[in-house]
T-cell receptor
Framework: GESVGLHLPTLSVQEGDNSIINCAYS??????FIWYKQESGKGPQFIID?????DKRQGQRVTVLLNKTVKHLSLQIAATQPGDSAVYFC???????????FGQGTELSVKP | ETGVTQSPTHLIKTRGQQVTLRCSSQ?????VSWYQQALGQGPQFIFQ???????GRGNFPPRFSGLQFPNYSSELNVNALELDDSALYLC????????????FGSGTRLTVV
């Protein structure tokens, strides 16, 4: 089945702390995963991606970890800033007609 | 390089009416995908258009239809609007039917009353 969120989990962190956002994906055959950031009134913005032949990938202040055994993704944000406040979605690819399947999203709130 | 643009940004329609939403893809992209995002949820795939043909469809009824034009822009049409169609409709462009390298637009907020 597809992942559909009904209630948005929230994560509240202090400015400067590290944030970890978790996601469970649904299809063990998926081979490409993406994290998106969505601010209010805007479309999803690409943060970082990872292919299934990797366990970890680092970007600027962000790291994505992939655990295929338990179908789990995480996004780590270092030194979280107020501008990081947004809803974060993980997405997995699907070869069913080129679609992405999105997770339920996590709302990150950064306290100054 | 221009990004993905969607119009209109907001729209209010009455139940039973029809609506057309428009999307211009990012320069160099030839594929357009449409997603519906209900409040508090992740985007749900509606369909994808590549080379002016539907290239995959999600679990949406036939009253959701689309078009892609030779310049790669696209339209999403919804007939017989229902209250549950109220959502943010997102367009994403990519290259060659891929579902990676997406660039999303800011969406059209549709309210059905």
């Amino acid at each position: 089945g597809e992942s559909v969120g009904l209630h948005l989990p929230t994560l509240s962190v202090q400015e400067g702390d590290n944030s970890i956002i978790n996601c469970a994906y649904s299809n063990s055959a998926s081979d490409y995963f993406i994290w998106y950031k969505q601010e209010s009134g805007k479309g999803p913005q690409f943060i970082i991606d990872i292919r299934s032949n990797m366990d970890k990938r680092q970007g600027q202040r962000v790291t994505v970890l992939l655990n295929k055994t338990v179908k789990h993704l995480s996004l780590q944000i270092a030194a979280t800033q107020p501008g990081d406040s947004a809803v974060y979605f993980c997405a997995e690819n699907s070869y069913q007609g080129g679609k992405l399947i999105f997770g339920q999203g996590t709302e990150l709130s950064v306290k100054p | 390089e221009t990004g993905v643009t969607q119009s209109p940004t907001h729209l209010i329609k009455t139940r039973g009416q029809q609506v057309t939403l428009r999307c211009s893809s990012q320069s160099g992209h030839n594929t357009v995908s449409w997603y519906q995002q209900a409040l508090g949820q992740g985007p749900q795939f509606i369909f994808q258009y590549y080379r002016e043909e539907e290239n995959g469809r999600g679990n949406f009824p036939p009253r959701f239809s689309g078009l892609q034009f030779p310049n790669y822009s696209s339209e999403l049409n919804v007939n017989a609007l229902e209250l549950d169609d109220s959502a943010l409709y997102l367009c994403a462009s990519s290259l060659d039917g891929a579902n990676y390298g997406y660039t999303f637009g800011s969406g059209t907020r549709l309210t059905v009353v």
